[in-house]
């Protein structure tokens, strides 16, 4: 069971994963950053954090439309399109849902015709694809 320690340091390292272990001892107050060393160790081990990763702007690499797109398969084709979808490189995300379509995916596109031709030339023509419905993020809040 997580403390709150252990979740001030989630926090702090969610913000920014490079924070040194010297400022998170700081923010706690009365722990030294060997022992922030130790929890965050100890969290690793348990799974809790997974890795370590940056955000990277999409628009200054050249991609200034991202959507968020539902992919709707044949039952049976389920898994054998999220694992293509994998494989594109302008997918950045797969996940199976619940929700409104069985696979949402993030991807990244330069423009509109790129975005096109991405759910027309590639996601469309992956068999067992029934649907493909883009929804492009306008702004990203949080």
Not at 2 to 21: H, N, Q, S, V, W
Not at 53 to 60: E, G, L, Y
Not at 67 to 73: H, L, M, N, P, Q
């Given at each position: 069971?997580?403390?709150?320690?252990?979740?001030?340091?989630?926090?702090?390292?969610?913000?920014?994963?490079?924070?040194?272990?010297t400022e998170?001892?700081?923010?706690?107050?009365?722990?030294?950053e060997t022992a922030v060393r130790k929890r965050v160790k100890a969290l690793e081990e348990a799974g809790v954090i997974k890795q370590y990763?940056?955000?990277?702007?999409?628009?200054?690499l050249g991609y200034n439309l991202v959507?968020?797109?539902?992919?709707?398969?044949k039952p049976e084709k389920i898994f054998e399109v999220a694992n293509k979808l994998k494989e594109?490189?302008?997918v950045?995300?797969?996940y199976l849902t619940s929700g409104d379509h069985m696979?949402?995916?993030?991807?990244?596109?330069?423009?509109?015709?790129?975005?096109?031709?991405?759910?027309?030339?590639?996601?469309?023509?992956?068999?067992?694809?029934?649907?493909?419905?883009?929804?492009i993020i306008l702004e990203k809040m949080k």
């Open positions: 069971m997580l403390d709150e320690r252990d979740k001030i340091i989630l926090e702090m390292l969610t913000k920014d994963a490079r924070t040194p272990f998170i001892a700081k923010v706690l107050g009365g722990i030294s990763t940056i955000v990277v702007d999409p628009a200054k959507s968020i797109t539902g992919v709707d398969t594109f490189d302008f950045k995300h797969v696979i949402m995916a993030e991807v990244w596109a330069r423009d509109g015709e790129h975005l096109s031709e991405i759910i027309s030339e590639k996601i469309g023509r992956i068999d067992g694809v029934t649907k493909v419905c883009p929804a």
